[in-house]
């Protein structure tokens, strides 16, 4: 079983920046791939970044290209999203993803992945 739960939401204005964190538990996190998705409300769940299991391969949303970056690190079992240059749009609850998938590929669909945080409220006011 894994268990994700994310960290580092909040309240911030619009052009700062924000990183949230999951931390995992589980055996084999090296072998997951990662992924960040976000629900607005009255809005789907929409992707926004996944990483491969290595680190290797990044993938993001076309409007999050340039703004945010995604990173992990096995040995502590965490993957972070950095935020810069908010805006009010971004203003979501965001989910940590997790899915057992060795090699470089990056699932972008929620349906593909297997395990899901909690979400952590971000809000950018304008």
């Known amino acids: 079983q894994v268990q994700l739960v994310e960290s580092g939401g909040g309240y911030v204005q619009a052009g700062d920046s924000l990183s949230v964190s999951c931390t995992t538990s589980g055996r084999f996190f090296g072998s997951y791939a990662m992924g960040w998705f976000r629900q607005a409300p009255g809005k789907e769940r929409e992707f926004v970044a996944g990483?491969?299991?290595?680190?290797?391969?990044?993938v993001y949303a076309d409007s999050m290209k340039g703004r945010f970056t995604i990173s992990r690190d096995n040995a502590k079992n965490t993957v972070d999203l950095q935020m810069n240059s908010l805006k009010p749009e971004d203003t979501a609850v965001y989910y940590c993803a997790a899915d057992p998938r060795p090699g470089e590929v990056v699932p972008t669909t929620a349906e593909m992945y297997r395990y899901w945080g909690q979400g952590t409220q971000v809000t950018v006011s304008s």
């Open positions: 990483i491969s299991w290595s680190g290797g391969r990044t």
